[in-house]
């Protein structure tokens, strides 16, 4: 009890650019991983209410590594 199971991947935080979507960043951080699973981490990762983020925004990507 108290210990988490082995994580297969790194989190990365970063701040969306302008025009950036999560689907962009998904692609980018995970390019060997399907995009719709990734956005679907960072949704509950973030705890956000849908997909949409704003420029500037702080995001928590679960990134390959």
């Known amino acids: 009890a108290g210990e ?3 994580v297969s991947s790194s989190v990365v935080d970063v701040n969306v650019a302008a025009g950036e979507t ?3 960043l ?3 951080y995970a390019p060997d991983r ?6 679907t981490e960072m949704v509950e990762l973030n705890n956000l ?3 949409v ?3 500037g925004q702080s995001i ?3 990134a390959e590594g």
Do not use: G
């Open 4 to 6: 988490s199971a082995p």
């Open 22 to 24: 999560l689907w962009d």
């Open 26 to 28: 998904a692609v980018r």
């Open 34 to 39: 399907d995009p719709r699973d990734v956005v």
């Open 49 to 51: 209410r849908s997909s």
């Open 53 to 55: 983020v704003q420029a």
């Open 60 to 62: 928590s990507i679960p």
